[in-house]
């Protein structure tokens, strides 16, 4: 089989989908089942349709678009990513995994190459947190680690409306129990991704073939002082909320930093401050927290350091606190079988590969509770993500498409 990618294509593409923003470009914004997001749906559902692949949503907006194999009846191989996007976000997370994925099966198609499975592009609803404050939306549901009970208590946007009332909106209806999938539904699934780190570029390597996926535990810390006037209090009296929770904010920075583990990571992305005047002691305040390693043990550790943390600031400053859990998933490790078909496709093609974890958590750690899964990153300059100037090179998403098409030929034989 000769398989070729049409990188001049695939950029064009890209190209496209990213104009389709609720912003002026460079930067993207496409915030899930807004009118950007449903016209970018549309057109990568035109570009699967014109591909002869069969289209298909669930009832929150997942999308599947299969290329039928021989074997229809046997558990298909997947692939896909997601397309929306944070605001001011970047044109290349998750939309690599898409439009790469898609042309993985149309440079399959070219070469003559006729799956056994089929093979399924997925587009998953709302990676991002965005609208409704938790990530991987789609994808969880698809796992079962959300049940139709989300439906109503997910709410999102300035009205606040439910995620049923938003789907409705967006013309997706129908039970969210019935998104749910059976294990073995796929019968591996492979997500290509740029990096979002800087290690394939500093070590000049083609391909990351991953081999685990952390997984965030995400909190939210609430300590509760006693305010007053600014002039008023004197110094020796305070129990001031905000540097409470600022002691406490530098000592997940301490938890993490002391696991004895590059891979573990801890985030105090949030502190909200309550009256928030010049001339108030803080009376209240709040810490979003994110914590993340491949070792749930160790990352559950640091979360057993934060609160001791919570419990010690909290006597000594004469404050109160209450922590209240978003959620905790666990780490994945990627299968050995998918791993294989990756490197077997790098090794084929000359290009240069190293074996490394995605510190940043994708669907793929969902789809891993369904199917073999693993991943395939490609570079992006200086490790920047989440930003206008997110960049991968043309070069770099053909390289991993390439890879992706064999990997899904490997693995849909």
Known sequence: MTMSVDEQRLTEELDALAAISEVPAPAVTRVVFSDADLRARAYVKSLCAAAGLLVHEDPVGNTFARWIGS?????????????????????????????????????????????????????????????????????????????????????????????????????????????????????????????????????????????????????????????????AVLMPDRHDAFLAAAEIALAVESAARSSGSIDTVATAGVCDIFPGVVNSVPSRARLDLDVRDIDQARRDEVLRRIEQACDEVARRRGVRFRIEPINADPPAACAPEVIDAIVRACEARGLGYERMISRAYHDSLFMSRIAPTAMIFIPCRGGVSHRPDEYASPEAIANGTAVLADTLADLSA
Request: glycine share 16%; hydrophobic share 40%.
């Open 71 to 231: 074997r229809p009846e046997l558990p298909p191989a997947g692939t896909g990513s997601h397309i929306d996007a944070i605001p001011n976000g970047g044109r290349f997370d998750g939309t690599v995994g898409v439009l790469g994925g898609l042309e993985a099966i149309r440079a399959l198609q070219r070469g003559g190459f006729h799956p056994r499975r089929s093979i399924d592009l997925v587009i998953f609803t709302s990676e991002e947190p965005t609208r409704f404050l938790i990530g991987c939306l789609g994808s969880r549901l698809l796992a079962g680690t959300l049940d139709e009970t989300a439906g109503e208590e997910l709410r999102g946007g300035l009205d606040g409306s439910s995620l049923n009332e938003v789907r409705a909106r967006a013309g997706f209806r129908g039970p969210l129990a019935s998104v749910r999938l059976a294990p073995g539904a796929y019968a591996s699934f492979a997500e290509l991704h740029i990096e979002q780190g800087p290690l394939l570029e500093r070590h000049g390597n083609d391909i990351g073939v991953v081999t685990a996926i952390a997984a965030p535990a995400s909190l939210r810390i609430f300590v509760e002082g006693e305010g007053g006037h600014a002039g």
